[in-house]
């Protein structure tokens, strides 16, 4: 195959797919995937790593074709398997979106982050909620960055401490003590920072726990959904002063 075949062959790849890099003391590894099936893999929509890469193949620049030796995977990754080694990628790496993507995503984002902070927190001179287009005008005057993957909520606990030294904001929220049995504790400690501001936490001899929390009033909702999902509703929550 000549030299402008295979340059023709890796453009055509390029457009079709994007990439996901992972970073390690160094050294870059990067497979092709799927741009559309990638992102609702990293935003938990789909599960299956099959319908997400696009290539049993790891490279050190996937650009210029250069493939990540087998010594490097091995001291790096710490297996010895290609899958195995294709799924830390993908789940650990970061995704690049394509241009187009990217636009959406920070525009869906924006709304939605708008939308939320309007619902959840108001001026503390009227108990009003600010109006969306005072908000939008704050995140542009703060010339706040939106994530186009990471989570809504994560993102409105970061961008809140910003906007108060634009417009004055007090949250609408209140206070939840939540018991979680031992088996689920662990997973359920990351999963309460994403959504709320963690106010204690009391282990018990069993090794359950039991936690003080503070919420906004739509992060609520959304905490004991996700709590009860991954604990299969075996946690019991109230509200307290």
Same mark, same amino acid.
């Given at each position: ?71 490097? !995977? $091995?001291?790096?990754?710490? *297996?010895?398997?290609?899958?195995? #080694?294709?799924? %830390? +990628?993908?789940?650990? =790496? @970061? ?80 206070? !939840? $003590?939540?018991?979680?049995? *031992?088996?689920?504790?662990?997973? #359920?400690?990351? %999963? +309460?920072?994403?959504? =709320? @501001? ?44």
């Amino acid at each position: 195959m000549n030299i402008y075949m295979k340059e023709f062959q890796r453009k055509n790849v390029m457009s079709k797919f994007t990439i996901i890099r992972l970073l390690i003391s160094g050294e870059r590894f990067e497979i092709f995937v799927d741009p559309n099936y990638a992102l609702k893999f990293k935003q938990g929509e789909i599960k299956d790593h099959n319908k997400v890469i696009a290539f049993d193949e790891i490279y050190s620049d996937a650009n210029k074709g250069i493939r990540a030796s087998n010594e490097k !995977l $091995k001291k790096h990754l710490k *297996s010895n398997n290609l899958q195995e #080694s294709l799924k %830390i +990628i993908l789940e650990k =790496g @970061e995704l690049l979106l394509t241009t187009q993507q990217r636009k959406q995503k920070i525009e869906e984002k924006r709304k939605n982050i708008i939308t939320t902070i309007a619902r959840n927190y108001v001026d503390p001179k009227t108990n009003i909620p600010h109006p969306p287009q005072r908000i939008e005008q704050a995140l542009q005057q703060a010339r706040i960055s939106i994530d186009p993957v990471k989570n809504v909520d994560e993102q409105v606990k970061a961008i809140i401490d910003e906007l108060r030294n634009i417009i004055p904001m007090k949250s609408e929220g209140n206070n !939840l $003590k939540i018991n979680i049995p *031992s088996q689920f504790a662990p997973q #359920s400690i990351s %999963i +309460i920072k994403v959504f =709320g @501001e963690i106010q204690s936490e009391e282990w018990q001899s069993d090794g359950s726990l039991i936690t003080k929390v503070y919420l906004s009033a739509g992060s609520r909702v959304k905490l004991i959904n996700r709590l009860n999902s991954l604990t299969k509703g075996n946690i019991s929550a109230e509200e307290i002063n």
